[in-house]
């Protein structure tokens, strides 16, 4: 009696050229999944990225904050030119006459001539040296030029602030080369997103409050805008700006590392026997 032995032998082939990944039917490689991981984070970070650009296009007052009644301070507006194809030609600053700002000085600034327009108060303000019957209320920049991606610091010295009221609102026309102007006069209401427009807010604190910064603060404004020129860029020098970047650039991340996760899962899930 004889016996046949059959021996099957399991051929098996492995492809080390390509590894692919099956999820719910559709195979798709890791390289095609870590560029399209790729192309969303970058999208995400240049979105973060713009907003933060048009953020930093605001006209601004420097510093932002003075105790009420401060004296002998320097107030810098800030105007960026957000226009990618004209100029910007002429800035209009107006002051509150409810709330004046007594003895206002405009500092020269090369290449713009300054024109200053004083208004009669309606309630006279008292000080140390006397009553005050007029006041500051609109100062005019002309014949200098801000070119797209650019700003300009224009300085006005104060002699005193007023005491009676939180905030001060210097609504700004931005007047640019093709005759379009920009209305910088919206005010947020309270708990409400900053609006399209806003006009600069000078926060005025208790006095006493955070003395010495405040002091600080309007001691280094003159020093700041004097090394600041017609070649600075607007966003070079916004906060904002930078922590909304550091933000783009941290979605990216996560982003690739999510996409290198997945090709990884799915590898080990593809080499699990059946």
Known sequence: MS???TTTTT????DTT???TTVAGVTRRPGTVLRRAAAVAALAAAGVLAAAGAASAHVTVHPESYAKGATDGVLTFRVPNEDDAVTTTEVQVFL??????LGVLVSPRDGWTASVKN???KTPVKTDDGTVTDAVSEITWTGGKIAAGQF???DVAFGQLPDDVGRLTFKTLQTY???????WIEEAAAGADEPENPAPVLELTAKGADRAAQDGAGAAAPSASAKSSASSTASGDDSTARGLGAAGL????LGLAAAAFAVVRGRSAGSRPE
Do not use: I, M, N
């Open 11 to 14: 051929s098996s082939t492995t």
């Open 96 to 101: 509150p006459t409810d709330h004046p700002v």
């Open 3 to 5: 016996t046949t032995c």
């Open 119 to 121: 208004t009669r108060l």
């Open 18 to 20: 390509t590894s692919s």
């Open 152 to 154: 300009e610091d224009f």
């Open 250 to 253: 941290a979605v990216g991340v």
């Open 177 to 183: 080369s093709d005759g379009k102007t920009v209305r």
